[in-house]
T-cell receptor
Framework: SQELEQSPQSLIVQEGKNLTINCTSS?????LYWYKQKYGEGLIFLMMLQKGGEEKSHEKITAKLDEKKQQSSLHITASQPSHAGIYLCGAPGRLTFGTGTRLTIIP | SAVISQKPSRDICQRGTSLTIQCQVD?????MFWYRQQPGQSLTLIAT?????????ESGFVIDKFPISRPNLTFSTLTVSNMSPEDSSIYLC???????????FGSGTQLSVL
């Protein structure tokens, strides 16, 4: 079965700083989702990557899938309190999710 | 996009009782799924809710414990039966396109079993 490992498990960042979250797969990915979870709001779809080397951006969040399609990174530029939450990577098809990264933004 | 209404948003239940969680979507969707998120863990797929037929359960989940209904393309229920404290989790309903290219999630049901 596909396993997704995220790092770090938790991250505390000062507002305005940049940060990166990684998602590593034990198998070649056919695509990867990134989601954000805030309590009481359900999961919010951020973006999906399908091709090796693909990079997508949404506001201050950029995600990239490596050429081998086994690792993805999510990068947030100039973090804001609204970025706080749990970030999950997920693999389509088998609907497998990573363990999540809890992001806290300190004012 | 799809708007998903899930209820109840939270409940506290006694051991041995059952709780039914409802998921209503504002449009017809092909795929509906139920997930569980235990404290400190990631999402685990419980089952795929199939319209007009029995749900497809993942390894470790059985129909007697988690009966699922899906009477039409916009509605599904998940029942957590004969609950124990180990069932305390967040339960999430999700809908997707036919190829699961994009998934949308309800806001979840926080279940605590005493």
């Amino acid at each position: 079965s596909q396993e997704l490992e995220q790092s770090p498990q938790s991250l505390i960042v000062q507002e305005g700083k940049n940060l990166t979250i990684n998602c590593t797969s034990s198998k070649t990915l056919y695509g990867l989702y990134w989601y954000k979870q805030k309590y009481g709001e359900g999961l919010i779809f951020l973006m999906m990557l399908q091709k090796g080397g693909e990079e997508k951006s949404h506001e201050k969040i950029t995600a990239k899938l490596d050429e081998k399609k086994q690792q993805s990174s999510l990068h947030i530029t100039a973090s804001q309190p609204s970025h706080a939450g749990i970030y999950l990577c997920g693999a389509p098809g088998r609907l497998t999710f990573g363990t999540g990264t809890r992001l806290t933004i300190i004012p | 996009s799809a708007v998903i209404s899930q209820k109840p948003s939270r409940d506290i239940c006694q051991r041995g009782t059952s709780l039914t969680i409802q998921c209503q979507v504002d449009s017809q969707v092909t795929m509906m799924f139920w997930y569980r998120q235990q404290p400190g863990q990631s999402l685990t797929l419980i089952a795929t809710a199939n319209q007009g037929s029995e749900a497809t359960y993942e390894s470790g989940f059985v129909i007697d414990k988690f009966p699922i209904s899906r009477p039409n393309l916009t509605f599904s229920t998940l029942t957590v039966s004969n609950m124990s404290p180990e069932d305390s989790s967040i339960y999430l309903c999700s809908v997707g396109t036919a190829t699961n290219e994009k998934l949308f999630f309800g806001s979840g049901t926080q279940l605590s079993v005493l």
